[in-house]
């Protein structure tokens, strides 16, 4: 690579995030002090990349213009990615502090690119000229998703409107920060201490010691409960205390609102009713400047649904479907709340969670902790494997590459005639300086090179689960939750999605320019392995007798899976409609107050069963779209859902004649039509090859139980 061939200073020389160049990363070998002087370099190495791509001289053209640009920014990306993967899987107080020091540099310079109006004039007359002919398919697929986003990044606005539009941006980010740091400030914030253990029962053993250990952290007696999600739910969930349930829960919908309770000194404001205006005040003005008729539409320019009202028309059908299922449900619970909890004087909001968990265990009790005695990590990983083996023509073997900790594993996929298609990591432990949750992120992609080489794709594939533990001083077999196994298919169908791409322009290979409310299929898909009797019947063998899953635990399984669906449905649903209407329909900048609250109550009443509690505020701590990037974008969970379980259906309607979900000609066919392709063409394209028509909301209203 030629960011490397001339490094010539002692920090550059042997430095391992400029050796590995295009190759396998030494992960093991890269030490705090490599990083400033390693991307120091890259980046001034990316910078005159950027000023020679602008310079009047350089063609616009893709071999000087697009090529040298990507060479250099990949260079520079990569190593970054190296260097931000390990400080969330290795983290330790040198590397963070050497990476949080080069964060700011790096993030000007990625952001800087999409604000460079020279570089914009270049592919404008790149797209203008008669070279934009001369490219392939997928190149111009990059070149016209780049133009889009100089656009959406305000490059052909006036000199008199941009400062304005800068202003915006910076005034959103800092109004989105401090959003999030209110709800945050808030959830800790509160705490309520139990005195007296009689106020426990139904809790279980573990939310009982979390409780006592959070008191003893803040010198308190008793048990402490805060209004984080691990120290709240369970009380929802468990507790026969009904004052402790109501107080949590007024405590917790409450939060960074006006009536939250720890504002009772008059001294604290973390209250975000306003923040909500004016951040959709901004939103608005800048969806105007930018031509578009309100926020919800400028959110579209990018993603696979194509117009305002039909993302609404969408999620008010979808709606519809559900209310019936949902009346089900709450009926149920109201029943089973009277008749066998004695909460005679009706079902409160606060009683919901408590009364669901306790219909589940009368109805489908069954042992979380029997079941994941049946699910081994080796056991389920090489069921996994076989499983993508079976469906997509490649094969999976072991690869040894060098990683960053011993519990890591590497893979190569290989295609039938056994060429090496792409390499993945699989870390899947938890453990000290590790960050929580699952992932898939890329740490290359595939790459036609100008030698006509093809750099193949390689992925991290990151879970948490628990690692394996000694019993009579031997160290068992590693055992996952059913819950695990969905994560882990989840992600590794993120994985697929970016190593099976047969892409060659980078900018559009594997999961490069998917339209995010996509994005998810290719996960979601893989779910649904998880609840296939086929599939778990060879993915499954108990720790100790080694025989696989009980048919009947598999059916209880099953029966649970959706239990209360139809309420947790339409509680998505109204949840998006919110955010599509205030988005869309709703004029922030004529309205003051509870207006946000007001638009909430008002579709809750429409479309819920149940309308929304006068106290709650939840949409004060909607963090997703007023912190979280999912502004007019909620939506795209159900609408990943009904792609993905429609994709699905494909397999089940070729079960039915070949008698196997696992059906290897539906299995190409998706390989070819979806994740082959990436983000090189539009996702409603992609789908209707695969399905042979428009995607339908119906298998997954029948797999969720709606139907
Ligand atoms: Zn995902």
Redesign the pocket.
């Known amino acids: 690579m030629t960011t490397s061939s001339n490094p010539t200073s002692p920090q550059l020389q042997n430095n391992p995030l400029l050796a590995f160049g295009r190759g396998i990363a030494l992960y093991s070998e890269v030490k705090p002090e490599h990083i400033a002087p390693a991307i120091e370099y890259l980046l001034k190495h990316a910078q005159d990349a950027v000023n020679k791509a602008t310079d009047p001289h350089t063609t616009s053209n893709w071999d000087e213009l697009v090529e040298p640009l990507e060479d250099a920014t990949e260079a520079l990306g990569r190593s970054w990615g190296v260097i931000s993967h390990l400080n969330s899987v290795a983290d330790t107080p040198e590397l963070r502090a050497a990476y949080g020091a080069m964060l700011p540099e790096v993030t000007a310079f990625f952001s800087g690119l999409g604000q460079n109006l020279a570089l914009y004039q270049k592919f404008k007359e790149l797209n203008t000229s008669s070279e934009f002919e001369k490219l392939n398919h997928d190149q111009k697929k990059v070149i016209t998703n780049s133009l889009r986003d100089f656009r959406l990044g305000g490059a052909e606005l006036s000199d008199q409107e941009k400062p304005r539009f800068a202003q915006i941006q910076d005034e959103q980010a800092i109004l989105g920060k401090t959003f999030s740091d209110h709800v945050l400030d808030a959830t800790d914030g509160f705490v309520h201490l139990v005195t007296n253990s009689e106020d426990l029962a139904g809790l279980p053993e573990d939310a009982i010691a979390a409780a006592a250990d959070t008191a003893k952290q803040k010198n308190l007696q008793g048990w402490a409960f805060t209004l984080h999600f691990p120290s709240y739910y369970p009380v929802m969930q468990y507790s026969e205390n009904r004052d402790l349930r109501r107080l949590m829960y007024q405590a917790y919908v409450t939060r960074s609102s006006e009536l939250a309770p720890q504002y009772a000194d008059g001294k604290l404001d973390w209250d975000n009713t306003h923040n909500m205006l004016d951040q959709l005040c901004l939103r608005d003005e800048e969806a105007k400047m930018l031509g578009f008729s309100n926020y919800a539409a400028l959110s579209l320019a990018p993603k696979m649904a194509n117009k305002v009202d039909e993302v609404d028309l969408f999620l008010t059908n979808f709606a519809i479907k559900a209310k019936p299922f949902a009346q089900k449900d709450w009926q149920e619970l109201c029943d089973f709340a009277n008749a066998k909890l004695g909460l005679t004087d009706g079902l409160q909001p606060w009683d919901t969670a408590y009364a669901a968990e306790r219909l589940k265990q009368a109805r489908y009790s069954f042992s979380e902790n029997e079941l994941k005695q049946y699910f081994p990590l080796p056991k389920v990983l090489d069921g996994l494997f076989q499983l993508i083996q079976t469906l997509f023509g490649v094969k999976i073997e072991a690869a040894n590459l060098p990683t960053w900790h011993a519990d890591v594993q590497s893979f190569a996929v290989k295609d039938l005639t056994g060429e090496i298609r792409a390499y993945f990591y699989l870390d899947p432990y938890a453990r000290p300086g590790k960050r929580g949750g699952a992932w898939?992120d890329d740490a290359r992609g595939r790459r036609e090179l100008p030698n006509g080489e093809i750099q193949v794709p390689i992925a991290y594939l990151v879970c948490n689960f628990a690692p394996p533990i000694k019993v009579d001083g031997i160290l068992r077999q590693p055992t996952i939750t059913h819950d695990d196994v969905i994560t882990l298919f989840?992600?590794s169908?993120?994985g697929l999605h970016h190593l099976l791409t047969q892409v060659g322009a980078l900018g559009v290979s594997g999961i490069n320019g998917v339209e995010w409310d996509a994005?998810?299929l290719p996960?979601?898909f893989m779910e649904n392995f998880c609840w296939e009797w086929e599939v778990l019947e060879k993915m499954t063998a108990h720790v100790v007798t080694e025989k696989p899953l009980p048919r009947e635990l598999f059916e209880k399984m099953l029966a649970a899976k959706n239990f209360q669906n139809g309420l947790a449905t339409l509680r998505q649903i109204v949840m998006s409609l919110t955010d599509w209407r205030l988005h869309s329909s709703f004029d922030a900048t004529q309205s003051s107050g509870q207006a946000v609250l007001d638009v909430s109550r008002k579709i809750a009443a429409e479309y819920s069963i149940i309308s929304q509690p006068e106290i709650s505020r939840w949409i004060n701590s909607f963090s997703h779209i007023f912190a979280g990037g999912y502004a007019a974008g909620y939506y795209s969970y159900k609408w990943a859902e009904v792609l993905s379980a429609d994709a699905y259906a494909a397999f089940e309607e070729a079960a039915e004649l070949s008698g196997s979900i696992l059906d290897t000609k539906t299995g190409i066919r998706y390989r070819e039509e979806i994740l082959e392709v990436g983000g090189s063409r539009p996702a409603a394209e992609s789908f209707k090859a695969f399905r042979g028509r428009e995607p339908s909301i119906d298998a997954l209203l029948r797999h969720g139980g709606l139907s």
């Open positions: 898939m989840h992600e169908g993120h994005v998810e996960s979601q």
